[in-house]
């Protein structure tokens, strides 16, 4: 079974320049989560999404994120305009409920 | 919402078991217990979850205090494969996960 992909894998833009990180969560699974880490430290949560609702988005900085998840299957992240402070790993997750959380491999933002 | 407080490094021998702690003084009496673990490039993944009783799987064993203010998440044979930082997550509204710094933990050989 393929597990949670995400794409690009690694993106370097200039600031000021927009990006869109896309997550394809594994099949069936009805909650979505975006997570974004710092260099040395936990994941944090950005937003969750509970089919294609998104059920907590208090932590994602509205004047320049946001995200979709149309047809709650796949999601799209974006940031418009990028800041030198978003270099960051972004993280997508997903699981059935409740249960425990799959991740995909993130994909590494360089904002030069 | 619960926090947790885990050493920031640990380090273990190969093939020796290894007890990773937890503290979570604040927690409630419905909170879940869990466990992730993050390997170097990679997403976290699972490694158990518990809510009062010691629980076991085949990568750990998660041992929960009587009074649930604290847990040992056990790995029995460390691998150089279980250098990892591991995170103690006690979810906020029983799903958001709120990761701290976890412990990163050096396999030696």
């Known amino acids: 079974e393929a597990g949670v992909v995400q794409s690009p894998r690694y993106k370097i833009i200039e600031k000021k320049q927009p990006v869109a990180f896309w997550c394809n969560p594994i099949?069936?699974?009805?909650?979505l989560y975006w997570y974004r880490q710092n260099l040395g430290q936990g994941p944090e949560l950005l937003i969750r999404?509970?089919?294609?609702?998104?059920?907590?988005d208090s932590q994602l900085p509205k004047d320049r994120f946001s995200a979709e998840r149309l047809k709650g299957v796949d999601s799209t992240l974006k940031i418009q305009p990028a800041e030198l402070g978003d270099s960051a790993v972004y993280l997508c997750?997903?699981?059935?409920?409740?249960?425990?959380?799959?991740f995909g491999p993130g994909t590494r933002l360089t904002v030069l | 919402d619960a926090k947790t407080t885990q050493p920031n490094s640990m380090e273990s021998n190969e093939e020796e078991p290894v007890h990773l702690p937890c503290n979570h003084s604040?927690?409630?009496?419905?909170?879940?217990i869990h466990w992730y673990r993050q390997l170097p490039s990679q997403g976290p993944e699972y490694v158990i979850h518990?809510?009062?009783s010691n629980v076991n799987n085949r990568m750990a064993s998660l041992a929960i205090a009587e009074d649930r203010k604290s847990s040992t998440l056990i790995l029995h044979r460390a691998t150089l494969r279980d250098a990892a930082v591991y995170y103690c997550?006690?979810?906020?509204?029983?799903?958001?996960?709120?990761f701290g710094p976890g412990t990163r933990l050096s396999v030696l050989p």
């Open positions: 999404y509970e089919n294609e609702e998104a059920v907590d």
């Open positions: 518990g809510l009062t």
């Open positions: 099949s069936g699974h009805n909650t």
């Open positions: 997750a997903s699981s059935l409920g409740f249960d425990e959380q799959f």
């Open positions: 997550i006690l979810p906020l509204y029983g799903q958001n996960f709120v």
């Open positions: 604040t927690i409630s009496g419905t909170d879940y």
